[in-house]
């Protein structure tokens, strides 16, 4: 049997053990399972945890003793790895591109495998009571379909580009690229390039709101996609017929690729807009221009 055949069965299987309940929807905020101290912890906190340690654990074991001649693990990684870095590379710039890669594909193969987690079987079609209320809740759910953990992401995201900018390009040419003027003064007349700076300085005020809506914009993206996914998924499932959902299964491992390329992509640009200036120049940590090599050699 195929593995196509062998997904069809699966995702027919499990989409008709879902229960009538179910087709209402997902619900719209992760439930809690129970609670440690304070803190309650949902289905979709427990479905990330899982996540993160099989990540841990599959590429540990994948390179565990890594060889010339890779096997199909480590040339799974090392093929990962590489097409990652190809990709941020020259948005990033030379200068920032090592430093922010562990962050990149970090992001990019966490969303990815969460993205996905909602597609194995069993996650959002094996439900509980919750004895405090006496409803049913699913036992487990998609993390990035939990906006709290879009926003995590959105926050952890933004907290690494800020210190890239900072730590490579400086916070004055920060403070110069966003307000200060762009014209160039040997080309402009004076009398236009003065007034110039009140008018960039009103732009560097719209980009810090544009900024600071950066992690709002990235969480509701990637928790609207996956979020309307698996409630296609239930609605689908629930109307209890074989094969039906199998389309939006290859529909989901599509958009949550695509989803996690997004993201990762996004975050790149946001560095590379600040500390990409190009091969002729590099900067310091405290934002000074230094020649580069080549330069200076001749």
């Known amino acids: 049997m195929s593995w196509v055949k062998k997904l069809t069965l699966l995702a027919s299987i499990f989409g008709t053990c879902v229960p009538a ?7 719209a905020a992760a439930e809690p399972l129970f609670h440690l101290g304070p803190l309650p912890v949902t289905n979709s906190m ?24 890779p096997g199909r693990g480590q040339a799974i990684v090392e093929t990962l790895v590489q097409g990652i870095n190809d990709l941020i590379s020259p948005i990033v710039g030379p200068n920032v591109a090592k430093p922010a890669f562990p962050l990149l594909v970090g992001l990019f193969t966490f969303i990815l495998i969460q993205n996905w987690s909602g597609l194995v079987p069993g996650v959002g079609t094996i439900y509980m009571v919750d004895h405090e209320t006496g409803s049913w809740m699913e036992l487990i759910r998609p993390g990035n379909a939990d906006l709290n953990g879009t926003l995590a992401l959105a926050i952890v995201a933004i907290a690494g580009w800020f210190y890239f900018i900072m730590r490579y390009t400086g916070p004055a040419l920060v403070l110069k690229d966003i307000f200060g003027n762009k014209a160039d003064k040997s080309e402009v007349p004076a009398i236009i390039y003065y007034p110039l700076f009140l008018i960039f300085f009103a ?16 969480s509701l993206r990637l928790f609207g996609n996956v979020f309307g996914g698996e409630s296609l998924i239930h609605a689908m499932s629930s109307m209890q017929r074989w094969g039906l959902p199998m389309p939006f299964y290859f529909l989901e491992l599509l958009i949550g690729f695509v989803q996690a390329f997004v993201f990762t992509l996004l975050i790149s640009v946001y560095i590379g807009l600040l500390c ?23």
């Open 276 to 298: 990409n200036h190009g091969d002729d120049h590099a900067h310091d940590s405290h934002g000074h221009a230094e020649a580069d090599p080549k330069e200076a050699a001749h």
């Open 21 to 27: 309940f179910a087709s209402e929807g997902v619900a």
């Open 203 to 218: 732009v560097g005020l719209i980009e810090i709101i544009s900024i600071a809506f950066r992690p709002i914009s990235l």
């Open 46 to 69: 427990v479905t990330s945890w899982v996540v993160t340690v099989l990540l841990i654990v599959g590429i540990r074991l994948a390179i565990k003793r890594p060889k010339l001649i």
